[in-house]
Structure formats: C-alpha cells, structure tokens
Nanobody
C-alpha cells in the first residue's frame, strides 16, 4: 500500500511563494513512482500541474517558469516550488503517484495515477 501526504498549503499574497511537499510512503520509496501534482477548484475537474517521471519533468503551460517540481529520494518526498503566485493558482493541490513505466500511462490524465493524497489548500489573494 502506498500513502501520499501533502503539506505546505497556505494563504499568500499575489506574487508570493509556497513550497508544497508530498511524502510517499509504502513498500517502496518515491524513486519508484511517477509523482505528479494536480489542482482542483469547486465545480471543475482536476487539472494537471506538473509531474516528475523518472528523469523527465513536465508542466502545464500556465505554470511554466513559475513552478518547479523536484524530489528528495532520501526523504521520499516530492516538492512543488511555486513562485510568482497568481489568484488563478488558488485551488486544492493534490499529489498523485503511479509506478514508473506503467502501461498506458499518460501523465496528463488523473486516471493514470492510482494513489492520491488528501489535498492541501492554496489561496492566493490580491
């Protein structure tokens, strides 16, 4: 069983920064999973934000240049550093994981990830 626990969400002003953390625990560590971040606002579907998939990293266009995903294998933790935050970044952020090299994996699709955290709220106000 794999468990994901997010932390780091908060309320910040426009232009501020936050670092979200996702601790991956279970039979194997974060190193063996593709770990992504999604976000969701009320009434909308979960939106892909970023993913660390082996040595590759991908971002949704709206966060490129502002957000950075990284991992610390020793701590089994994946981070999402968010800079220059905007009001439209306000959402509940979820981390998600799936074993590396899973058949049919599409990093953009929430359905590709079998494990999810509980979410952490990020609110950006002007």
């Amino acid at each position: 069983q794999v468990q994901l626990v997010e932390s780091g969400g908060a309320s910040v002003q426009v232009g501020g920064s936050l670092r979200l953390s996702c601790v991956v625990s279970g039979r194997t560590g974060a190193y063996y999973y593709a770990v992504g971040w999604f976000r969701q606002t009320p009434g909308k579907e979960r939106e892909f934000v970023a993913v660390q998939n082996w040595n590759d990293r991908y971002y949704v266009d709206s966060v490129k240049g502002r957000f950075t995903i990284s991992g610390d294998n020793g701590k089994n933790t994946v981070y999402l550093q968010m800079n220059s935050l905007k009001p439209e970044d306000t959402a509940v952020y979820f981390c998600a994981a799936t074993p590396l090299f899973s058949a049919g994996y599409d990093y953009l699709r929430a359905s590709s990830y079998g494990y999810w955290g509980q979410g952490t709220q990020v609110t950006v106000s002007s």
